[in-house]
């Protein structure tokens, strides 16, 4: 039923170009290389799927060495035809139009309009197939990182060509890990030998390595090997290989557990302050991680050559924003319904919902866009199983810092000082000269800030949109609730053990089932310990 | 919990006092055409965009000289996300304002909600929404995609073209993934698929700490066969994870996405850098090269007067619905719901694609199916399609329940889930 609209052949085109390359082969067949080079680009310039295709065999089999600019340039998506002569061209977005580069010689071409040239367009087959082709022709590049990128691209897509070629490279490599990739691939293959000593040869030599390949090729071995010696040892070379795998799987676990605690913390961090410190529930806490984000979104917006720099430039700005919205709450609202909770919770809901619908009018009901830096994507391979992600790993830094400052500034600051007397014994503090007002003002200031600061970094993370606040309103209050009211390190605590039990049920229960298992969890151990893990001490708790 | 709960009515009750007075129009030289999509809560970013659609196409009718030599009057109402508030602002659509016809509604849940209401005031409802099937009402077309014309078609491109092996089927959790996924599933054992080779994986709604399950599927997808994930994750829970695939470098070649929810709109919103090469399944994509869809993204660009607003899938079936609708208002020369909903059944307009759009029997219509690839630009490049309209199949027939199941409204069956082999009409009204 259905059809391949787009692979189907122009076969009057097609044809006419393979008579006129046939033609063009047999005069240059002196130049055996070039001439592979030079029809595998007439073919690419079709812009068709199939015929791209076929031209990138071309090229990469053509071995010259212009050939990985040219496919790695056409991998990116960013090989362009000239519409007026036809020429192909590497473009880059400037100000006025493109920039060009020739892809063979890599020298600049001068620049051309927008409307100048038509993308060569790739799909996934040609994407995966340009990979290989890119990583053939890399084996051979100079720099060692770069062959060993190529060989581990390779190591599960070898042909017979391209194994002859790693069996001739691997002898002259200089680089011993390059050259154990090499081992590796070669390995890999010759599990499928004839002899059974070779292949429990290879099985030794693949013994703890764990790039995936290496796994499915042992157990497709497995699955039809009769020999029981090579059986044993493929036996026994997975099972040492699953029992790596499990270690480092419960590190992996362990990472996301504490990168998903340490978003918890920053979320909850704040409202620590305002709810914990100062008791006013504050419902539109959410609202205000939420204008942190959007901050984020604007400074971008203000400076969108510097998108990193944006990024701290915003830390201090959202903590300003936030801050002066909290405070303006707190001047403007809560300061009338101090000791009235269930009004306080009615009322900063009401703000929550002014909030967002200030946000969907104002700027748009739809989710922004926030870029995200290039040192925030991509991950630190330590190892073919195990990679941590860059953006969780700043995350975590970043968590750890603020919550450092905060607190140092709980803890050795006058305000923090003034906080915390006011928090214990208002009257009290009050006797003794503190301004509680203005007290109270700068703690809600200070929590709204730090909510504004979490927006910054859950910006990085998730959708900016006038929702993204009541995602973590629920969390942040039951980590605090979990940590105990009134108490820093208890957030922290609570927030860290929150993600890691979370992460280790999801696997076999289901993201669902783990969050509803941990809801009951601190539900019964709230039952259990009403003031939660560190509850305060002293005359405040009683009251 | 509860708090939750008690805030959803609390917003309802907000939403209501500032939306429920519409126009109290001088009627009678009017035919009304009710709008319910969500303007506020978490729906509010995709539906408003079909709330103006809407009022585009009724602003073009009149432009037109009206329908039936009436000025047609939209009654704009906001349901505020809130599934109960869905059936209120219904009821108070046909009883209060004696809308002739509603165009809305978008997740399943909000449409079960409004169908005993369309169905007790014998009111219409066109529903413009990709949606799971297994159900087909007297007073309901559905205009969207059924499985049949986007899951079916979207797996079969897969295993055919891609020879993908193992599947992932992660969705978010409620009845469009879990049906959707229920029918992929029969459907792919149907085909030799082993049990071990599918993973079903369900997250809450807006679901945005992916780690644990990329990395899930990152092993699952290294046992050395081809894998694939088929997502009807919905909504912005997208963005997060299609971050993670990037982060963990499972690229488009290594692990296809391809996704059921996922439309120029919602990739209007991000960076779509990470998203390059993966897929969507829809009837429509605004890069689709027609002299129609020329028309129609002028005509909105000129109606919502910024030219970089996108045109998405359920923007067409809205298309085709109204035009649908006022052709058969045209023919039964009346908006009486029963003339209007024999009139309708084997009318076709053309669709923004190129091809025709045709009511069925079921009230589904007939739709080509398309899978294109992201770009970098938002847009999707179509890389496959149907070579002809797939008729919408109310009931599935890869699930046991149904299979034996038609929908017909035409006399002498007249019945959404007529049983074709005990030759009996269920007593549901659906």
Known sequence: MPTRLLRSPLSALRLWLLVALALCAFAQAALAGSAELEQGIALIKTNKYDQVEEGVTLV?????????????????????????????????????????????????????????????????????????????????????????????????????????????????????????????????ADLNADEPARRIEALDQL??????????????????????????????????????????????????????????????????????VMGVINMAHGELIMLGAYTTYIVQQLMPEHIGLALFLAIPAAFVVSGAVGILIERGVIRFLYG????????????????????????????????????????WQINSVLSLTMNRMYIIAFCL????????????????????????????????????????????????????????ALSQLTNVGPNLGQSYIIDSFMVVVFGGVGNLWGTLVAGMSLGVVNKILEPWAGAVLAKILVLIFIILFIQKRPRGLFPQKGRAAEG | MTKTKRFASASALAAALSFGITALANAADTIKVGILHSLS??????????????????????????????????????????????????????????????????????????????????????????????????????????????????VDYLMDDLEVKRWVLAGTDYV???????????????????????????????????????????????????????????????????????NQGLSSEDIPVVAFSVGEEELSGIDTKPLVGHLAAWNYFMSVDTPENEAFIDTWHGFIKNDDRVTNDPMEAHYIGF????????????????????????????????????????????????????????????????????????????LPGSKDIVADWTPPISCGNYNSVTKKCSGQNY
């Open chain 1, 60 to 188: 990469a089999s053509s071995r010259d060495p212009r050939a990985v600019g040219l496919l790695a340039a056409l991998q990116d998506s960013d090989l362009y035809l000239r519409k007026a002569d036809g020429r192909l061209f590497i473009a880059t977005r400037s100000d006025a139009g493109y920039d060009l580069i020739d892809p063979l010689t890599q020298a600049p071409a001068g620049t051309a309009g927008k409307r100048d040239l038509k993308r060569i367009r790739i799909n996934n087959r040609l994407r995966s197939q340009l990979r290989t082709a890119v990583a053939t022709l890399n084996l051979t590049h100079p720099e060692a990182s770069v062959r060993l990128a190529a060989v581990n691209e390779m190591l599960d897509r070898l042909d017979a060509d391209s194994l002859a070629l790693l069996r001739d490279l691997a002898g002259d490599e200089k680089n011993a890990e390059v050259r154990a990739g090499m081992t590796a691939a070669i390995a890999l």
């Open chain 1, 207 to 276: 013994e703890g390595n764990l790039h995936p390949a290496v796994q499915g090729g042992i157990q497709r071995l497995l699955d039809r090997e009769q020999d029981e010696a090579v059986r044993a040892t493929a036996e026994r070379v997975l099972e040492g290989l699953q029992f790596k795998r499990d270690l480092y799987g419960f590190a992996e676990t362990l990472f996301f557990g504490l990168s998903l605690g340490s978003v918890l913390v920053l979320a909850a961090i704040g409202l620590a302050i305002t709810f914990g």
């Open chain 1, 340 to 379: 009235r909770p269930l009004e306080t919770l009615l009322a900063t809901f009401g703000i929550s919902l002014i909030l967002q619908q200030l946000v969907r009018t104002l700027i748009s009901p739809q989710n922004v866009p926030v870029a995200n830096p290039d040192w925030m994507s991509g991950s």
């Open chain 1, 401 to 456: 810092i603020v919550f450092t400052a905060l607190y140092l500034v709980m803890r050795r600051t006058s305000l923090g000082l003034q906080v915390r007397a006011v928090s214990q014994n208002r009257a009290m503090a009050r006797a003794m000269g503190v301004r509680s007002a203005r007290v109270d003002a700068l703690t809600f200031g200070l929590g709204s800030g730090i909510a504004g600061v979490a927006g910054v």
């Open chain 2, 41 to 154: 809560g978490t729906m509010a970013i995709s539906e408003t965009t079909l709330k103006d659609t809407m009022l585009m196409l009724i602003d073009e009718q009149n432009k037109k000289g009206g329908l039936l030599g009436k000025q047609l009057e939209a009654v704009v109402v906001d349901p505020a996300s809130n599934w109960p508030l869905f059936a209120e602002k219904a009821r108070e659509l046909i009883e209060k304002d004696k809308v002739a016809a509603v165009f809305g509604c978008w997740t399943s849940v909000s449409r079960k909600s409004v169908l005993p209401v369309f169905e007790e005031l014998n009111g219409l409802l066109f529903y413009p929404v990709q949606y799971e099937g297994e159900e087909s009402s007297k007073n309901v077309f559905y205009t969207g995609a059924a499985p049949n014309q986007q899951a079916i078609p979207a």
């Open chain 2, 176 to 246: 469009y993934p879990r049906t959707t996924n229920k029918i992929l599933e029969a459907y792919l054992k149907s085909k030799g698929v082993a049990e071990e080779d599918i993973m079903i994986n369900y997250t809450p709604f807006g679901h945005s700490d992916w780690q644990s399950i990329v990395s899930e599927i990152k092993k699952f997808g290294s046992a050395g066969k081809k894998t694939a994930v088929v997502s009807t994750i919905n909504g912005d829970a997208n963005v997060p994870f299609y971050k993670e695939l990037g």
């Open chain 2, 323 to 398: 035009n649908l609708w006022t052709q058969a208002v045209e023919k039964a020369g009346s908006t009486d719901t029963d003339k209007v909903v024999e009139a309708i059944i084997g009318l076709e307009t053309p669709n923004l694609t190129g091809g025709k759009a045709v009511m069925l029997k079921n009230h589904h219509i007939t739709k080509p199916v398309l899978i294109g690839e992201i770009q970098d630009d938002g847009q999707f490049a179509v890389v496959w399609e149907t070579d002809a309209e797939v008729p919408g199949d109310a009931w599935s027939d890869f």
